[in-house]
């Protein structure tokens, strides 16, 4: 993976709003901008802004059904979170067996 598709990543999810975008977008699926847009007191424009950075940095992607604009999350792009994870929790634990119990609570 990497450090700079990480990077993107986390800091495309910094951002409330576009936190709450892919969240709703892992729970309902693919969704047209407006009702992307409906739940959030922001324009427009501000909408499409979010869209645009999570689009750059892989999260999500667009197509054009018919007449609307279509967004979904990109499942793979959030396994970069995922291996991220794991190899953090693999020297966290090592780390623990090295130092014993204790190091879990100090």
Same mark, same amino acid.
């Given at each position: 993976? &990497?450090? *700079?598709?990480? #990077?993107? @990543? ?7 709003? !576009?936190?709450?975008?892919?969240? /709703? ?20 424009? &501000?909408? *499409?802004?979010? #869209?645009? @950075? ?7 992607? !667009?197509?054009?059904?018919?007449? /609307? ?38």
């Amino acid at each position: 993976m &990497a450090h *700079s598709e990480l #990077l993107a @990543v986390f800091a495309a999810l910094s951002d409330d709003t !576009r936190l709450a975008i892919v969240n /709703r977008l892992l729970q309902d699926g693919e969704l047209p901008v407006g009702a992307i847009a409906a739940p959030f007191s922001v324009t427009p424009p &501000a909408i *499409s802004r979010h #869209l645009r @950075v999570l689009e750059t940095a892989g999260l999500v992607e !667009r197509r054009i059904d018919r007449q /609307r604009r279509m967004i979904r999350v990109r499942p793979e792009a959030l396994d970069v979170i995922s291996e991220w994870l794991g190899e953090q929790s693999g020297i966290i634990a090592g780390h623990a067996m090295d130092k014993g119990p204790m190091a879990i609570h100090a």
